[in-house]
């Protein structure tokens, strides 16, 4: 726990570019938008519909774009093809959910964070995974081959298509004290890079704060 506060307290990092801070742990829903838009791929949990595992939890790697860095609309876009073994457990039941970490970036890293540890900002979407109608296709394929080019080079013969996740809950870890959740509705209204000022500032280009207030804080909220 002191070594994570010190960590916390005095590295310095840079999540990447488009942006030069994280937004305040107390900013749950801006926490979440953050993390989406600075994350390129997430792990998408299916309920599986193949054999030996039917019926159970199936975990899968995609892909995602929500839109450029910097600049995101919320919704993670992905690039499916009815060939892969995920989107068939989709087609049976679109329930899922897409988890995504700043453990992707070099935040994390930088820090001396753990990527289980709360201060490494993980984010998990609930919903379902719906192919977008026509009039979001052009969203979402710049969304996607804004940030992943080699897709436009992808084997045309399997059929490709857009998706994006229709989100029900928003469930945020990003700091000590538990797992919190955001709707829809505060999910989307947030503004994940507004600008910061005065005590509210968590540039990741200089200190957090000081140590004994971080340690003060915990401390308060542990007992």
Not at 182 to 200: I, L, M
Request: net charge negative.
């Amino acid at each position: 726990m002191i070594l994570a506060l010190i960590a916390l307290c005095c590295a310095s990092a840079s999540v990447g570019s488009g942006a030069s801070s994280v937004p305040p742990h107390e900013d749950v829903a801006r926490m979440a938008r953050f993390v989406v838009n600075k994350c390129d791929w997430a792990s998408m949990a299916t309920i599986s519909s193949h054999e030996p595992v039917k019926g159970q939890p199936f975990s899968n790697s995609f892909s995602i774009s929500d839109g450029p860095a910097g600049n995101g609309t919320g919704t993670p876009y992905l690039y499916l093809t009815h060939l892969e073994i995920s989107v068939q457990d989709l087609q049976v039941n679109p329930q899922a959910s897409l988890s995504v970490s700043l453990a992707q970036t070099s935040y994390c890293k930088n820090h001396g964070f753990d990527p289980q540890s709360p201060l490494c900002a993980h984010i998990i979407l609930s919903g379902s995974v719906l192919q977008v109608d026509d009039g979001e296709v052009s969203v979402a394929k710049d969304s996607l081959f804004s940030r992943h080019p080699e897709m436009m080079d992808w084997p045309t013969d399997h059929s490709w298509f857009f998706a994006k996740m229709n989100i029900s809950q928003v469930w945020v870890l990003d700091y000590f004290g538990g797992v919190k959740t955001v709707t829809p509705e505060q999910y989307y209204k947030a503004t994940p890079y507004r600008k910061y000022h005065g005590n509210d500032t968590h540039n990741v280009d200089e200190p957090h704060g000081s140590t004994d207030k971080i340690l003060s804080r915990i401390s308060a909220e542990h007992h």
